[in-house]
């Protein structure tokens, strides 16, 4: 049987090449990272996702992998990975990588063979065809780079498809060979102490778009095979899928529980970001109703931000339009149509309360938390950059030239620091943060120490909860005889919210956005600031 530690983790999310560099190089690298894990134990961080480090030509931010057996050379070697993985088990804490299969880079061997030999055996493992379908423009993921998912190739005189960059050729996973490399590729890093993989783009890889008698079930049973290959090598690894899907596909990855294990929480994101636009709690109750019941193995990872665009797809365009309208009204801060390529707190024109009451969404909301490096200073976005590099600037450790990320000179880094403005490194970094009681790295610490202590969030049955006050998102899980409840006031003026059940008596502070005076036993009335929140535990007893 699977040990469930994945329902209880704080997942913190970092890309070694932006998170310190030990050498002076302006490149992020493990042995850096190495030197960070006790300020992220503290933080009380479980478990890291690590984005790509594999060696890569760096079309797109290390996901278009030359190698997957090996270390990108300017990140470090094999030898620092394995000192990493054990300094970060000695501090027990758990590592989970980005395998990203759908597509290989185009300078990898198999594709360098492929386009140049029809002969070879790597041809078939890519998708080609002598006359390709016209691209429908909602197949396009880059839609403000590329205009068809194939693309011609002279040396193979064929198209090539291609959903990404045109970089980046999508492999054939109808093609059992391809498959067999996968699970050698897995195989290769649980060896090496990995908890698992991070399934990039999971919805692409099982589409079967452009395989000739492609059939959907055996597409999709390769989540199955891939699960069982995890298992029966590490029977406490899991899958984490990126599929933003809609509900009705989500089952797909789930499915009996044998396939993917943890799914990012796309759906009640986008939900959740509308409802903070209205001020409102409607949406996010209706983000969690959409949700398909999961298995007991299986589990949602709930995020703020990641490294890609906020993305507002499942969302029709007007509900779209009232976020960009209260969270990114200039079309700079807009990316592809549909997306938002912005830190949280500058979305939020810093409003502290309110950051406050969304990272007290996160920790509470049904499922495991996810935090990406920087959340939790605070850390700002640089719109001048291109695209999604807006929110791939490096981490802010002190006020030290380039913010104490690398001694290089600032114009040799791989990515740059913000230097200046309100988000600045000489405003927001760990070390001015660590020392002032009052930071947001002080209260994420308390949020995480809290949330520890309430594995119902993670693992319980939740349910929402009536109040009278439209502003006020109440939910409740239960856990093997234990209740949370969490009450959150999204608008920006005080109320108090009564609850329509009288179910839940004896209301004990647990955390909250001040120290409220407690509820009498009795009492189903509950005050809240304006972004306010508090977490109870029901019954006195069981604290
Ligand atoms: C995923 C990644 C994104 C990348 C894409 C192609 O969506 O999150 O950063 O560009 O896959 O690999």
């Known amino acids: 049987m699977k040990e469930l530690w994945y329902k209880n983790a704080i997942i913190y999310s970092l890309d070694v090449e932006t998170f310190m560099d030990s050498d002076g190089d302006g490149v992020g690298d493990f042995p850096g990272l190495t030197n960070r894990l006790d300020y992220l134990s503290a933080l009380g961080i479980t478990c890291l996702w690590l984005l790509p480090f594999y060696p890569s030509p760096n079309r797109d931010n290390g996901y278009d992998v030359m ?8 990140l470090g070697t094999l030898g620092d990975f394995v000192e990493f993985m054990h300094q970060a088990g000695e501090r027990g804490m758990r590592v989970v990588i980005d395998l990203v299969v759908n597509h290989t880079s185009n300078q990898h061997p198999w594709f360098l063979a ?31 780079v590329e205009d068809s998912i194939w693309e011609y190739d002279e040396q193979a005189n064929a198209y090539y498809l291609h959903h990404f960059y045109k970089e980046q050729p999508d492999l054939n996973i109808a093609n059992p060979a391809v498959r067999e490399e ?8 649980l060896e090496l102490g990995v908890s698992g993989f991070r399934i990039d783009a999971a ?10 008698g492609a059939d959907p079930e055996h597409m999709q049973a390769f989540l199955t095979e891939m699960e069982e290959f995890v298992s029966s090598r590490q029977s406490n690894a899991v899958l984490l899928a990126e599929a933003n899907v809609d509900p009705d596909q989500i089952p797909i990855y789930f499915s009996k529980g044998d396939r993917m294990h943890i799914l990012f929480n796309f759906l009640l994101n986008q939900y959740m970001f509308l409802a903070l636009a209205r001020q409102e709690s409607s949406p996010l109750r209706d983000g969690l109703k959409i949700l398909p019941d999961i298995p007991p193995v299986c589990q949602w990872l709930n995020f703020v931000r990641h490294h890609d665009e906020l993305t507002l797809d499942r969302i029709n365009s007007s509900k779209r339009k009232e976020i ?33 009451l969304i990272y007290s969404l996160l920790f509470t909301l ?36 380039n913010g104490g990320f690398s001694t290089a000179a600032s114009d040799d880094l791989a990515r740059p620091a913000i230097a200046t ?55 409740c899980c239960d856990w093997e005889g234990r209740t949370v409840i969490a009450v959150h006031n999204l608008a920006d003026k005080p109320c108090t919210a009564t609850l329509k059940s009288n179910e839940y008596t004896h209301l004990f502070d647990l955390f909250g956005d001040r120290i409220y005076e407690s509820l009498a036993a009795d009492s189903p009335s509950i005050p809240l600031e304006a972004y306010g929140y508090r977490w109870f535990r029901v019954n006195r007893e069981q604290y």
């Open 67 to 74: 190698d997957y057996y090996n270390i990108d050379p300017r």
């Open 114 to 144: 492929a386009r140049s030999d029809k002969n070879s055996r790597y041809r078939n493992y890519y998708v080609w065809s002598e006359n390709p379908p016209k691209t429908d423009p909602e197949q396009l993921m880059f839609p403000d």
């Open 182 to 189: 996968i699970c050698k590729i897995m195989g290769f890093w």
């Open 203 to 212: 919805p692409f890889l099982i589409k079967g778009i452009g395989i000739e």
């Open 324 to 356: 960009f309208a209260a969270f990114a009204p200039d079309e700079t801060m807009q990316i592809f149509g549909h997306g938002i390529r912005r830190r949280l707190p500058p979305m939020m024109g810093g409003n502290r309360r309110r950051i406050e």
């Open 366 to 401: 049904p499922g495991t938390p996810m935090l990406r490096y920087g959340e939790e200073i605070g850390m700002g976005d640089d719109l001048s950059l291109e695209g999604r590099n807006s929110v791939r600037t490096v981490m802010q450790w002190s006020d030290a030239p």
């Open 421 to 475: 403005g309100e988000y600045g490194y000489k405003k927001v970094n760990v070390a001015a943060a660590q020392r002032d009681p009052d930071s947001l790295i002080n209260w994420m610490d308390r949020a995480i120490r809290i949330r520890k202590q309430c594995p119902e969030l993670g693992r319980g049955k939740w349910h929402i909860l009536e109040t009278d006050s439209p502003a006020v998102f109440a939910h």
